[in-house]
C-alpha cells in the first residue's frame, strides 16, 4: 500500500558545524532584515502567470470524468458520444473494464476540447457503466469485526508496539490517571490554486506548466509513467497558488493531460475545480487515540498507554507521533492505520505533528488540573533536556511574559455572564534542515548577475531569498541580481517541503554566488595590486578590505572580463544549515457558553528557526501558520455521508476556512539563532495552535473538548453533558 | 450572443454562448488571466472584478451576458501609465501575499471597499474582505495594506481611480 508522498525528513545536525570557506557574514546588510518581496510588483499587477495562467496557441481544456461511486468496478467504458461531441480533439478511458474504483473521484476517463465548456460537455457524454459496491465510509465501520475485506490485505494494519519502560510501574507510581479518547479529523490542502498542468508535445519532448513544489521530482515523474527519458521532459513552474504539502509529483491528472495533448496533438490545460480538489488530491489523515496516563502526586509524568488509528483513505497511513515531546518514562503505544474508501492522504503541512500535538497538549491540561499545577509549570517539569533543537524551557517563560500568563484564571471563567475568557498553552517541534541544492551563477561583463537554482517558489518567498543571498554575497543592491527559478533546466534542487527549502537553497545560493565572486576577485587583484584574498565586495564596490578607495565599481571590475562572463556552478555545503526547531504557543480564546462559538482573540508564537534570512517574510509565515492552525482546530473538516462515503461539502461554501475577521490579534517572537544556519520555517508554526486554542476553551468553559475540529455544536454538547452531570 | 463589455478602458466585443461566465471571458476572450478562479462556486473571492467603478463582483457566478454594456475592472487595469496604482503598492509594500493567487480579486474589492468607505476601520476592512479568502498570509498584512491604500488615497493628491 502506498504511504503518503512527501519529502523525508533530513537527518542533519541540531547546529551548524561551521564552513569557514563560505560562512554566513557575521555583520549582513540584508539577511535577517525586513526585505520586500522582489516577486511582489509581478503578483499585484497580474504579471505573474501561474499555471492555471498558461495560454498556448490552439490549447485545448482537459476534464477528467471520476467516479461518483467510492467503491465500484468498472464494467464498461463507452467514449463513441463524447468523441463525437462539439470541440473535441481528444478522449481516453484511464482505467480498463473490470478495475476497481476505491474512492470518490478516483481518475476513469478524460477529454480535451477546444472550450472549457466542451469538456465539460463531453466528459458528460462518457458513458460508464459501473457495478456498484458498498463501500467503507468510516473508521468505526472498516474497525469493525463484521465489516466487508475491501482492501486486499485487510481494512486495518496493525503495526508493531512501540513499549519503553515498565508499564506497571508506573501506573503504581501514579496518584491520578487519566483515561480519555481524543481524536482530529480529516483537512484538506485547500491550495487557492487547485492541481493541474498545461502539457505540451514538440516531437517526442514535453514541456510541461505545473502547480507543483518540486519541478525536478515532478519531471521525474512524468518520465516514469509516460516511459520517456528524463532529458525529453522540461517541467516549469514560475508562480504557483499555494501546496501546503499536497503537489510533489504530476499526479493522475498530469499524465492524462499530457496523454489527451499527445492524441490531439496540441496543447491541453487540465487544472481541477474544487471539488475535484478536495476528493482526489490529499488530505491530512484522521487521529484517534485511546489513551490511559499517570501522573505522580508531585506532578510528574509516570505511564502512558495508548491505542491509536486514524485513516489515509484508500491505502493510505494514518502516522502521526505519540506521545509528543513530553517525557513518559513508561509508556505503551499500539498503532492501526484503518483504510476507508475515500481519497488518499499526502503530506499536509507538518505531516503527524498537529495530531500528536493535540492529542498529548490537552492529555497535558487534564493532568496538569489533576495535581492542581499551572499547565506551563507542569509542562516545564515533563519536558525533555534542553538541546539547541529542544529549548521550551526557555520559550515557555517568554511566551507567558509576552502573552501575561500570570492572568490566567483556574479552569472554568467564574465571571458572570454567556462570554466566558480562556487561556492555553502547547508546544511544537519539527525538523527542516537542508541537503544537496544546486545552483549556476553567471557574472556578466555589464555587471548584471543571474543566478538560476531549479527550487520552485510555492508562496513562502523562495525567489526572494535566492535575490538576498546572491545580493548580500556580492555586494551588490537587492534588485541587481536576477533570480531564475521554477525551471528543472535549470540546476537540481529538492522538492519544497518539509520546512528543507530555504536551508536547501540558501547555503546553495552562498557557495556558488561566492565562487562566483572569487573568480571575480581572481580577475581584478592583478589590476588592482591587491591579492585576491584580500578584496572584498561591499556597496557595489570591489575593494581592498583595509582601504574601500583601492578598488573599483562593480561595473568597473566586471568590464575587466572582457566578451566571457563568469560562470560557475556550486551546490550545497554542510555547515550553514541545521536541523531542529522548537516553539510554544499561548492562545486566549472567548466562547459564548449560549451559542458554543469560539473566538481566537490573541496568540502569542515563540519559535526559533535557525538564521533567519528574510524577516519580513519569516514572521508574515508565522501569522499565516497561526491561522492555518485556528483553521484546524475550529473549522475545517471534511465529512462523509456514512451512508454512501460520498463527502457532503467538498466546496468552500461548507468546507470553511477562516476569512480576515477570524484571525486573531497574533503576536510573532522570532528567536533568531545565527550561530545554528538556516533550518525554515513552513511548518513549525501551523503545529500547536489548535491545541493552545483548545486548552484554551476548556480553561474558559470548564469542559474539555477532545475533538477536532471544536464546533458550536461540541461546545454546546460537553456543556449540556456537564449541566447533566457527565464526566469530565 | 454578442456581448460588448469594456474591460479596464477598452471595449471587447465577442460572440459568446449565453452560459459563459465572465471570468472566463475575462481569462479565456480577453486574454486576461490576472483574475482567477479559485473555488468555482463564488466562496473564495480571487474571482473579484469591479463592475462599472462601484461594486465588487464575483465573476465566476456572473455570466458575460450580464455584463454586456458596461465596464469591468480587473488588476490588469489598475497601474496608470506604468505606475502602480495605491492599492497595488500597498499590498506589495506591506506583504500582503504570500502566493499571490488571491492578490487580484483582493485588491479588486479594495477599490470597491475603499470607494463607499474611504476611511474604513480595521473591523470594516475585515468585514470588507470577509468575501475574499486567502490561505497563506492570515490576513494581517493585507488588512495592513488596505490600510496604508486607504491613507495614500485620502491624500488630495491621490490617483483619481
Known amino acids: ?57 490552439n490549447m485545448l481544456y482537459g476534464r477528467i470524468v471520476r467516479s461518483p461511486h467510492p467503491r465500484a468496478r468498472v464494467v464498461a467504458i463507452d467514449l463513441t458520444m463524447a468523441r463525437q461531441a462539439p470541440g473535441v480533439k481528444a478522449a481516453l478511458a484511464v482505467v480498463e473494464p473490470n478495475a476497481i474504483l476505491m474512492f470518490q473521484g478516483e481518475e476513469v476517463a478524460a477529454v480535451a476540447a477546444a472550450t472549457e465548456e466542451q469538456a465539460r460537455d463531453a466528459a458528460r ?65 485547500v491550495s487557492l490554486e487547485t492541481h493541474g498542468c498545461v502539457c505540451e508535445w514538440d516531437g517526442d ?18 518520465a516514469q509513467a509516460l516511459k520517456i527519458p528524463q532529458a525529453n521532459v522540461r517541467v516549469i513552474t514560475q508562480y504557483m497558488g499555494g501546496g501546503f504539502g499536497s503537489k510533489f509529483a504530476p499526479d493522475a491528472q498530469g499524465i492524462i493531460c499530457a496523454n489527451l495533448a ?75 492505520d484503518v483504510y476507508i474508501n475515500a481519497g488518499g492522504a499526502r503530506a499536509m503541512r507538518a505531516p503527524g505533528h498537529p495530531q ?30 534542553d538541546a539547541p533543537d529542544a529549548r521550551w524551557r526557555a520559550y515557555f517563560p517568554i511566551a507567558a511574559k509576552l502573552f501575561g500568563w500570570d492572568k490566567r484564571h483556574p479552569t472554568g471563567d467564574a465571571t458572570p455572564g454567556p462570554i466566558k475568557h480562556g487561556f492555553g498553552c502547547s508546544a511544537n517541534r519539527w525538523g527542516g534542515g537542508g541537503r544537496g541544492s544546486h545552483a549556476h551563477c553567471e557574472i556578466l561583463p555589464d555587471g548584471g548577475v543571474i543566478m538560476r537554482c531549479g527550487t520552485q517558489d510555492i508562496g513562502t518567498g523562495t525567489r526572494t531569498l535566492v535575490s538576498i543571498v546572491t545580493a548580500e554575497t556580492l555586494g551588490l543592491p537587492i534588485d541587481a541580481v536576477n533570480t531564475e527559478i521554477g525551471d528543472s533546466l535549470y540546476p537540481f534542487s529538492g522538492g519544497s517541503g518539509g520546512s528543507t527549502t ?40 570591489l575593494h581592498a578590505r583595509n582601504d574601500r578607495a583601492k578598488g573599483m565599481t562593480w561595473k ?40 458554543g462559538v469560539s473566538k481566537v482573540t490573541r496568540l502569542v508564537c515563540v519559535q526559533d528557526c535557525g538564521l533567519i534570512v528574510d524577516k519580513l517574510t519569516a514572521e508574515s509565515q508565522v501569522i499565516g501558520g497561526v491561522l492555518f492552525g485556528v483553521n484546524y482546530a475550529l473549522f475545517e473538516d471534511r465529512i462523509l455521508d456514512r451512508n454512501t462515503g460520498q463527502m457532503v461539502n467538498p466546496n468552500m461554501e461548507w468546507y470553511l476556512i477562516g476569512g480576515p475577521s477570524d484571525v486573531p490579534e497574533i503576536t510573532a517572537h522570532l528567536v533568531d539563532q545565527p550561530e545554528r544556519g538556516v533550518i525554515g520555517l513552513g511548518e513549525p508554526p501551523a503545529v500547536a495552535t489548535a491545541a493552545a486554542i ?10 474539555r473538548l477532545r475533538s477536532l475540529p471544536m464546533t458550536p455544536d461540541k461546545v454546546l454538547a460537553a456543556l449540556e453533558q456537564q449541566r447533566a452531570g457527565g464526566t469530565r | 450572443m454578442k456581448v460588448t463589455i469594456t474591460v479596464n478602458g477598452t471595449p471587447y466585443t465577442r460572440d459568446v454562448e449565453p452560459r459563459t461566465l465572465l471570468a472566463y471571458f475575462l481569462r479565456e476572450h480577453c486574454g486576461l488571466t490576472g483574475t482567477h478562479v479559485g473555488c468555482d462556486t463564488s466562496s473564495c473571492g480571487c474571482c473579484v472584478a469591479v463592475l462599472d467603478g462601484q461594486t465588487a463582483v464575483k465573476t465566476c457566478t456572473m455570466f458575460a451576458v450580464q455584463a454586456d454594456g458596461h465596464e469591468i475592472l480587473t488588476v490588469e487595469g489598475l497601474a496608470a501609465g506604468g505606475a502602480l496604482h495605491p492599492i497595488q503598492q500597498a499590498f506589495s509594500d506591506q506583504h500582503g501575499l504570500h502566493c499571490g493567487y488571491c492578490t487580484p480579486g483582493m485588491m479588486l474589492t479594495t477599490v470597491a471597499l475603499l470607494k463607499h468607505t474611504p476611511a474604513p476601520t480595521e473591523a470594516q476592512i475585515r468585514e470588507g474582505l470577509a468575501g475574499n479568502l486567502c490561505r497563506c498570509t492570515g490576513y494581517n498584512n493585507i488588512v495592513k495594506a488596505v490600510q496604508q491604500a486607504a491613507d495614500v488615497l485620502r491624500q488630495p493628491a491621490a490617483a483619481t481611480k
Open chain 1, 125 to 189: 457524454l462518457v458513458k460508464v457503466q459501473y457495478e456498484v459496491l458498498p463501500p467503507l465510509t468510516s473508521v468505526e465501520q472498516a474497525m469493525s469485526p463484521d465489516a466487508p475485506k475491501v482492501f486486499p490485505d485487510g481494512n486495518v494494519r496493525e503495526g508493531a508496539a512501540e513499549e519503553t519502560g515498565d508499564l506497571a510501574a508506573g501506573f503504581k507510581a501514579a496518584a491520578h490517571v487519566v483515561e480519555q479518547t481524543y481524536n482530529t479529523q480529516v483537512q484538506t490542502h
Open chain 1, 694 to 703: 483548545a486548552n484554551a476553551i476548556a480553561n474558559a468553559t470548564g469542559v
Open chain 1, 262 to 336: 499527445k492524441q490531439a496533438g496540441a496543447p491541453v490545460h487540465l487544472m481541477l475545480d474544487r471539488k475535484e480538489e478536495h476528493l482526489a488530491t490529499g488530505n491530512r489523515p484522521s487521529a484517534y487515540a485511546k489513551i490511559r496516563a499517570g501522573v505522580s502526586a508531585d506532578g510528574m509524568l509516570t505511564a502512558f498507554d495508548a491505542q491509536t488509528w486514524g485513516t489515509g483513505g484508500a491505502g493510505v497511513g494514518a502516522g502521526f507521533p505519540l506521545p509528543y515531546i513530553y517525557q513518559f518514562p513508561n509508556r505503551r503505544r499500539q498503532h492501526k
Open chain 1, 356 to 385: 500528536g500535538c493535540f492529542i498529548t497538549e490537552v492529555l497535558m491540561d487534564e493532568l496538569a488540573d489533576l495535581v492542581k499545577l499551572d499547565p506551563v509549570d507542569f509542562r516545564m517539569k515533563n519536558l525533555p533536556p
Open chain 1, 205 to 222: 519532448k514535453l514541456t510541461a506548466w505545473v502547480s507543483t513544489q518540486a519541478v525536478h521530482g515532478t519531471r521525474e515523474g512524468f
Open chain 1, 1 to 57: 500500500m502506498a504511504e503518503a508522498r512527501q519529502v523525508p525528513e533530513v537527518a542533519a545536525p541540531a547546529v551548524a558545524q561551521g564552513n569557514a570557506a563560505y560562512a554566513w557574514p557575521t555583520h549582513p546588510t540584508y539577511m535577517g532584515t525586513d526585505v520586500q518581496r522582489i516577486d511582489g510588483p509581478d503578483k499585484v499587477t497580474g504579471r505573474a502567470k501561474y499555471s492555471y495562467d498558461i495560454q498556448r496557441p
Open chain 1, 556 to 595: 568597473e571590475a566586471c568590464r575587466t572580463l572582457g566578451a566571457e562572463p563568469i560562470a560557475v556552478d556550486g551546490e550545497w555545503q554542510p555547515g550553514l544549515s541545521a536541523s531542529g526547531t522548537s516553539g510554544v504557543q499561548m492562545a486566549e480564546v472567548e466562547v459564548d457558553t449560549e451559542t
Open chain 1, 502 to 541: 530555504a536551508a536547501s537553497v540558501t547555503p546553495a545560493i552562498r557557495v556558488t554566488a561566492v565562487k562566483a565572486l572569487d573568480a571575480l576577485k581572481a580577475k581584478v587583484a592583478p589590476k588592482l595590486g591587491v591579492p585576491p584574498a584580500d578584496l572584498v565586495a561591499s556597496d557595489g564596490r
